[in-house]
């Protein structure tokens, strides 16, 4: 049975509750009027597995939303952005948030330019570039990426990009702790690992997190 937009509207809004992350009706509107778009798009390309309205919601959404009482400062960086996530979301739940949304290949970036366009999100902006040669003119106070690469690469290519006081967060499944253990030491030694809870899933989610 395909869920009505009411049914979608209440799972979003009560799981956003749950995670202590509120959104108002304009924000609820957009990240519906992402999801049309994403879906739209993803009839001739490949930007989300993700097809179902209602694991949209829970998948995407809520997903994204998880980390946003992690999220440390207003300038926040998402590595390797792919559909919007966590980045979209996470602008509409934390409006006093900037963000800087990237991705590499050039149909993801022009759907992020189309999506920020269209749901008027000014304190969003798209930069297109591998991360390990993104140069930024101003220090982020918080990196996110959500399962981009295995822990030990990411960590590689965006070293650059640890200034001081930044956090960083990776967004991880169940094969974190093989990950964990291709970091260095010292690395693992600075790792904090926070288990994230998704309303109305049951997946192994996990965050970690650098604080330098």
């Given at each position: ?13 009560e ?15 957009k990240c ?11 009839r001739t ?7 179902e309205?209602?694991?949209?919601v829970t998948l995407h959404?809520?997903?994204?939303l998880?980390?946003?009482?992690l ?12 559909g919007?996530?966590?980045g979209i979301?996470l ?6 948030t ?11 970036a022009?759907?992020?330019?189309e999506?920020t ?11 297109q ?8 003119e ?9 399962a981009?690469?295995?822990l ?10 640890w200034?001081d006081?930044v956090?960083v ?8 702790d093989?990950?964990?253990?291709e ?5 693992r ?6 288990s994230?809870?998704i309303?109305g899933e049951?997946?192994?989610?996990r ?6």
């Open positions: 049975m395909i869920d009505s937009r009411g049914a979608l509207t209440s799972r979003l809004v799981g956003a509750t749950m995670l202590n992350c509120p959104l108002t009706k304009e924000s609820i509107d519906f009027a992402h999801m049309d778009l994403l879906l739209h798009w993803n390309h490949n930007l989300t597995a993700v097809c309205p209602a694991d949209f959404l809520l997903d994204s998880s980390i946003a009482p999220i440390k400062g207003d300038n926040i960086l998402d590595v390797g952005s792919g919007g996530f966590p979301p602008a509409l739940a934390l409006p006093h900037r963000w800087t949304l990237l991705d590499s290949r050039g149909k993801r022009r759907f992020l330019e999506a366009n269209h749901l008027g999100l000014e304190r969003v902006a798209v930069a570039s591998r991360v390990e040669d993104y140069r930024p101003v220090n982020f106070d918080t990196l996110v990426a959500r981009v690469s295995p030990a690469r990411f960590v590689k290519e965006t070293r650059h990009l200034t006081g956090r967060i990776a967004m991880k499944g169940r094969d974190l093989s990950e964990l253990g970091i260095s030491p010292e690395m030694n600075r790792a904090e690992v926070v994230l809870d309303p049951s997946l192994v989610r965050a970690v997190v650098f604080q330098n």
